[in-house]
């Protein structure tokens, strides 16, 4: 095994055994250089594994009775940003797949793919996966990012069938030319 590997296996392994800490003490109190703990509003912890070689970021979330709720693993470019993550429930089944697209010319986050990994979802036309939701961002002139806006495009009802017309578009404006 080289020794990077080995480097990599220890440091996950210090962090995993820390995080453990981190669970059963004063959660503002425990933080190291590759761990982070997170106390959430409705007592839930999250704790942030990140490998020493910042490739791999893992975010545990715990119940506030501290059960395992959700394990997230982000692969990570040499800059820091998210590439992919996989989604795993509090029995590490994976649940979803996420893919983060970034501007070329700017760098920005301009979108999030979520994909189902228990029901693979394939676009007929072209074979392709078809992802569960995507999320997109916008950015102002001064490069501030939107809210995002999420698509769920899980089979489903379709507009017509929830709203009972075709689009919520106006056919025509009811005040143009002054008509009251």
């Not at 001064?142 to 089979?155: D, H, Q, T, W, Y």
Request: proline fraction near 5%; include cysteine.
């Amino acid at each position: 095994m080289n020794l990077l590997a080995t480097w990599n296996i220890r440091g996950i392994a210090a962090g995993l055994l820390f995080s453990a800490s981190c669970l059963a003490s004063d959660i503002e109190t425990v933080d190291g250089p590759n761990v982070r703990c997170m106390k959430m509003e409705d007592g839930s912890r999250a704790v942030f594994i990140r490998s020493p070689d910042s490739r791999t970021l893992t975010k545990k979330t715990v119940s506030p009775n501290g059960v395992l709720s959700m394990l997230t693993t982000y692969r990570m470019d040499a800059d820091g940003n998210p590439l992919g993550c996989k989604i795993k429930d509090g029995q590490n089944r994976e649940m979803f797949k996420v893919s983060y697209g970034y501007h070329r010319v700017t760098g920005q986050l301009v979108e999030e793919l979520m994909f189902d990994s228990q029901v693979r979802r394939l676009n007929p036309a072209n074979g392709k996966e078809l992802p569960v939701q995507k999320v997109v961002y916008l950015y102002d002139a001064e490069g501030k990012r939107s809210a995002p806006i999420v698509f769920n495009l899980l089979p489903g009802k379709t507009f017509e069938q929830v709203f009972g017309v075709k689009a919520s578009a106006l056919e025509s404006n009811p005040f143009k030319n002054g008509e009251r």
